[in-house]
């Protein structure tokens, strides 16, 4: 057993040596006591470029503004004046809807609004004056006649006094003084009456003045009920008013687009709470995606946004910007799996007419950009341990030197160069795990053809 186990050490041992010879014979030649051919390797010269770093998603063409002619109540409809894919301009007429019905029930409130207006200046002309006016006049004859009563009583004593004199000289006789005295009786007694008469003539007036300010105040009652059954007729009529005017304004366009939908036809009626047409203003369009919740932090309202896509014209470059980022994440498929992913937009603002609502657009958006930086490949790298990034330099005497590299901006291939590498320094492209600080190499590419 024992003897088993060291001839399986041997062999390891064995194999051990032949890899460490054939490592040593790549870079220090053979035998690895530096007699052998250096190693062969393809370099790339440092060189400062414009650099950007972008983020690529994918979403859908939309319009940014869009109108729907939407009636609350079912429109008979006359005449369609456009069709789909018809341009339209503002207040130019889309329709034409049958209003007779509508317009004859207006003509008939206004009518009863008439009528009723007569009859409250009816009731306002209503009043129980004319019977008190004559209470009045009676009650003013029998002042006068009072009056007068007292008057010729006054007369007729007068008269009397005159007769008893007339009657003490011997002028007149007994007899004659006595009818004086009878007229004075008769004077007092029509004065009697006719006092009568003005107390019953303003007992009347009063009775009167009180059954009129009683029916005064039922006709005010009345008064006010028409009145308010005028207000109420008031706002019929400018309900039905502004109604027939929101159906008129519905008919017109109330902005420049493209009729893209028409759910409406002559002589039928239109749908109720639903898109009768559907108009889309081309000149303003976005593209609206969502972006995964780790690239979010690099994206800021204001970013140039490339657009392509399959049914775009490879010639063209259609571009835009971000206009709208959502403060809200939502659940969302990626790349046909769920997410979590926050809603964009992006508003086209060169080559609109290459898209139409619905396309599906790739868009790559500039997160960063900077002019004329150091800027290295990827492939010239590998990690160390600690993550840091390692780049092989090839020094003037043809030996390798490993540099630790910071970095700045990354794009898809390549990065910006921020410590650890020079302008014009060679650095070897995808640097093999045998490579080593010190090592001698040997550059196989034609740099002068390389442009470097």
């Not at 041997?10 to 051919?37: H, P, Q, R, S, W």
């Not at 200046?121 to 004859?141: D, F, P, W, Y």
């Not at 902005?255 to 203003?281: C, F, N, R, W, Y």
Request: glycine letters at 6%; a negative charge; charged letters at 25%.
């Amino acid at each position: 057993m024992k003897k088993k186990i060291l001839i399986a050490v041997f062999i390891i041992g064995i194999i051990a040596i032949m890899i460490v010879y054939n490592l040593n014979k790549d870079t220090t030649g053979e035998g690895g006591f530096g007699g052998g051919k250096a190693q062969e390797v393809e370099v790339t010269a440092i060189q400062r470029e414009d650099l950007y770093s972008s983020i690529l998603i994918t979403g859908t063409v939309m319009e940014s503004n869009k109108w729907e002619v939407i009636s609350n109540t079912p429109l008979q409809i006359k005449e369609v004046l456009v069709e789909v894919g018809d341009y339209v301009t503002i207040g130019q007429a889309l329709f034409t809807v049958d209003m007779t019905d509508l317009e004859a029930e207006l003509k008939q409130a206004k009518l009863n609004y008439d009528i009723q207006t007569l009859q409250l200046e009816k009731l306002r002309s209503q009043s129980s004056t004319s019977t008190a006016m004559g209470g009045e006049i009676a009650l003013e004859l029998s002042r006068l006649s009072v009056s007068t009563a007292e008057k010729f009583l006054e007369e007729q004593r007068m008269n009397l006094e005159k007769s008893r004199i007339l009657l003490n000289e011997g002028f007149i006789s007994q007899e004659e003084y006595n009818t004086m005295t009878k007229a004075v009786e008769e004077a007092e007694n029509q004065l009697a009456t006719s006092k009568l008469d003005l107390k019953r003539a303003e007992d009347d007036l009063a009775a009167l003045l009180k059954s009129n300010n009683q029916a005064n105040q039922s006709t005010q009652i009345d008064v006010t009920i028409q009145v308010k059954n005028l207000e109420s007729l008031k706002m019929n009529i400018t309900t039905l008013e502004n109604h027939i005017q929101e159906i008129s304004d519905l008919t017109y366009a109330t902005g420049e687009g493209v009729v893209t939908e028409v759910h409406i036809s002559k002589g039928e009626q239109s749908p109720s709470l639903a898109p009768m047409l559907t108009l889309m203003d081309m000149n303003k369009m976005k593209v609206a995606a969502n972006l995964r919740e780790y690239d979010i932090k690099d994206i800021v309202i204001g970013q140039k946004v490339l657009i392509t896509g399959d049914a775009i014209s490879k010639s063209a470059s259609v571009e835009g910007e971000v206009s709208f980022i959502a403060p809200k994440a939502v659940q969302a498929l990626v790349n046909g799996k769920e997410a979590t992913t926050v809603p964009i937009e992006i508003t086209i603002t060169k080559d609109m007419d290459q898209l139409k609502p619905g396309y599906t657009a790739d868009c790559e958006i500039t997160t960063s950009f900077k002019e004329q930086v150091l800027v290295a490949s990827y492939d010239m790298f590998k990690d160390d341990r600690d993550n840091n990034k390692l780049a092989y330099v090839v020094t003037e005497d043809g030996t390798v030197e490993e540099r630790v590299v910071e970095l700045g901006i990354v794009s898809d291939f390549d990065a910006e160069v921020v410590e650890g590498l020079e302008e014009g320094e060679l650095v070897i492209n995808n640097p093999s795990l045998s490579l080593k600080d010190g090592i001698k190499v040997k550059i196989v590419n034609d740099l002068e053809k390389e442009g470097m």
